[in-house]
Nanobody, 126 residues
Framework: QVQLVESGGGSVQAGGSLRLSCAAS????????MGWFRQAPGKEREGVAG????????SYADSVKGRFTISQDNANATVYLQMNNLKPEDTAVYYC???????????????????WGQGTQVTVSS
């Protein structure tokens, strides 16, 4: 099994920054891709950013390009999401996920991921 634990959520004002962390443990060889997703009340879960483990290629949703950065620390099996210039519409529960994805273009598809964290709340006030 793979366990994912997110941390770093909180409340900030618009224009502020937060960094989310996702620490993986267990059978980390079982996946080659990690992603960050978010879900706001009444909305579907959406892909925010994805990264290929080891290779480092990254992908972003258009709504966060230029503001969010996904990165990895392979030595510690941790993936980060640096979020800058936060907006009220970024308010959501953020989840990290891990899966085996061979076509990077599908990084945003939630059903491509097998393992999910418990989520961390991000609230941005105007």
């Amino acid at each position: 099994q793979v366990q994912l634990v997110e941390s770093g959520g909180g409340s900030v004002q618009a224009g502020g920054s937060l960094r989310l962390s996702c620490a993986a443990s267990g059978y980390t060889y079982r996946y080659n891709y990690m992603g960050w997703f978010r879900q706001a009340p009444g909305k579907e879960r959406e892909g925010v950013a994805g990264i290929r483990i080891g290779g480092g290629s990254t992908s972003y949703a258009d709504s966060v390009k230029g503001r969010f950065t996904i990165s990895q620390d392979n030595a510690n099996a941790t993936v980060y999401l640096q979020m800058n210039n936060l907006k009220p519409e970024d308010t959501a529960v953020y989840y990290c996920a891990a899966g085996t994805i061979w076509y990077g273009g599908w990084w945003y598809r939630a059903n491509e991921y097998n393992y999910w964290g418990q989520g961390t709340q991000v609230t941005v006030s105007s």
